[in-house]
């Protein structure tokens, strides 16, 4: 049974005013507000490259997080294996039960990028003061022994006394990792010109205080793409330098090769390029104002209460009144309603059909009755 005629399609409003202040609408604004200000955060972070290390390879030139300078991989680049081999044999002193290390000769395999292998006299002339008689005691692949201690005063004194301006002027081997490590008697006391990445500066003690050196800077420096370092131990360091076991710092210095140096790590006995020098250069990077995380979390906090503010203003002005947008609505529903009043079928109400629904229902009562009594 049909109530009533639908409206003609025609004379509806093609047209709906949104109404800003409706609760709907309220929460809409603030689901914007809110996903605006995540997106200013996510593009800040973004702009960040150590949060992308997890996407492009770990290799690359950046600080890595598994890093650790007093124990480098033994999974080398160009197969170069610093992983020092060893042996124990019965000491000298006839004592018993003692026993010394000794190491086994390793078979050095030439480069083709590896520089002064012919011994150039031109190439090989010591820095002023150093004396070579004393580098000849010098043994690879040993800790700091007591042979080490003339050559390594004797250095250092020399390094000490010359001005940074004559150390570079005077000839410097350029060398790398590679050449350092496979050919220590050809470099052993002469001056060599080193550029790679410190990521380690600790502070050393030092025995030598009839030179008048306090301490000594022990830094790690990586070069030519390789993960095992050159150790550098260093009398000066640039003016706000930082330090710490994780940093990652440019640099080039100059310095004097000392010997191919065995130190303890968790993978076994390491071996690594030693170089003492009397200070490093550095550019300093150029000061960024970057946004702490303590601004960025006062930032969005300013931000979140400003939009609850307007928000819960805009709520409490819609409350109890009638937008201009909702009596412009109501005002043209009426119109209509009263135009096509007369058009509208009202149909039988509700009470009518039940009333009908009861009559049908006695009648059938009465007739079932008659039936059994016959």
Known sequence: MKLHEPQDKSTRSNSTPRNYFSRREQVRIMMLVFTLMFVIVLMYEASKPKNWNWFFNRGQEN???????????????????????????????????????????????????????????????????????????????????????????????????????????????????????????????????????IRRVVKASTQENDLGIPHYWQLWLFSDRHTSPIVIYALELPEDFPQGETIYQPVSLRGVFFKRWAYSAKGGTMTAPLVLAKQIQWDRPQERNVLSSTQIIIGVSISFTIAFMFALFVYLQSQGKSSAAEQVIRSREERKFREHADEIDPGISVRDQLKLLTAQLENQATESVQKENE
């Open 63 to 197: 600080p890595s997080a598994e890093l650790a300078p007093i124990d480098p991989t033994g999974a080398q680049v160009n197969e170069i294996n610093t992983l020092l081999p060893r042996k124990a044999v019965e000491a000298e002193s006839g004592i018993e039960g003692e026993f010394r290390i000794v190491k086994e000769e390793p078979k050095t395999r030439l480069t083709p990028y590896t520089m002064n292998q012919h011994g150039d006299k031109a190439e090989a002339e010591w820095l002023p003061g150093i004396e070579p008689d004393y580098y000849q005691k010098v043994e690879d692949d040993t800790f700091f022994i007591l042979k080490d201690r003339d050559a390594w005063q004797n250095t250092f004194q020399v390094l000490r006394d010359t001005d940074q301006e004559d150390l570079e002027k005077a000839k410097a081997l350029p060398a790398q990792f590679a050449q350092l490590h496979l050919q220590p008697t050809q470099y052993r006391g002469k001056l060599v010109e080193l550029d790679g990445t």
